[in-house]
């Protein structure tokens, strides 16, 4: 991919809405958010009029990009809540903005769902911005914020519910695992670091690359190969141990080669994209969005 203007950053941000709606919904009911918190107001890019290409560019996507949402807790806590149509199921929380708009970036959720179960966490952030708002919105980040621990999570595989210390053991053991392929990926020679527009496309893009043996033969990068093939068995699948040795850093063969990374990959894929553009993301986020009140 090639390197692009800031116009074109903000295209990963975008989605089909009739998706997001959906999980984002769920999510609400899995992680318990719609149950302890009312959202007071609404505002997103476009607006309630926001037109649809009928043929999107590619890459580009549909639909709203940005939503940023003002609410009150139970407890009685404010606070403001940016989400992104691409992970609608991520939430970027920050304090209650003061007179002049400043507010606090504090947390970072996540809900990652797959089709046995769900990753949930929340993980600590850290950075400022300014969000002011009336009948439209100004939202800007002072700079990029910067992702701290995981304080909490849980984990649901089929009818196994894990929560407490040893849910927030395995997601940091997962997010290191992630953090390091991710690196891998982006410094790769064939990659810049671009932004894909979507999820799928990522995948679509990478899975190919990471695990060759669950696609078409057509679909397998150049390095693939079976001659001098050496077969190990992880989760249950034959994975050709050269092609670990021949493609992957050290430090990444031995989670490969265990089957690991394939399900990290089967039960995190939209981690692994979270990972991969947070740094467009923030770029995105650093630069002034407006947004019009839809709620």
């Known amino acids: 991919m090639k390197s692009m203007p800031f116009f074109a950053l903000l295209v ?13 919904k769920a999510g609400e009911v899995i992680d318990g958010s719609a149950f302890t918190e009312k959202k007071t107001a609404v505002y997103r890019t476009g607006g309630k009029k926001q037109r649809r290409e009928a043929t999107p560019a590619p890459g580009s996507g549909s639909g709203a990009g940005i939503r940023v949402e003002t609410v009150s807790r139970k407890d009685g806590e404010d606070r403001i809540a940016i989400r992104i149509a691409a992970l609608p199921t991520l939430r970027l929380l920050g304090s209650a903005p003061d007179a002049e708009g400043n507010f606090s970036l504090t947390v970072l959720e996540f809900l990652c769902p797959n ?32 992702l701290l621990d995981i304080t909490a999570g849980k984990i649901r595989r089929d009818a196994a519910r894990i929560s407490g210390d040893q849910a927030a053991s395995a997601l940091r053991n997962r997010q290191e695992r992630i953090q390091a392929l991710t690196e891998w990926m982006k410094a790769r020679p064939d990659q810049d670091g671009g932004p894909f527009a979507s999820q799928e496309e990522f995948e679509k893009h990478w899975q190919p690359v990471l695990f060759p043996e669950m696609v078409r033969a057509k679909l397998r990068p150049p390095e693939w190969t079976a001659e001098g093939a050496v077969w190990v068995r992880g989760e249950g699948i034959r994975w050709n141990a050269a092609y670990t040795e021949t493609l992957f850093p050290e430090e990444l063969r031995p989670a490969r080669d265990s089957g690991t990374l394939f399900r990290d990959w089967e039960e995190a894929a939209a981690w692994v994209y979270l990972e991969y553009e947070w740094d467009h993301i923030m770029e995105a986020l650093m630069h002034e969005i407006r947004l019009v009140k839809i709620k």
Do not use: K
């Open 115 to 146: 089709l046995s179960g769900w990753n949930e966490f929340s993980r600590e952030l850290s950075g400022t911005g300014v969000f002011r708002a009336g009948e439209e919105a100004v939202l800007r980040l002072d700079g990029e914020a910067e």
């Open 12 to 24: 990963f941000l975008v989605s089909t809405a009739g998706c997001s709606t959906v999980i984002q």
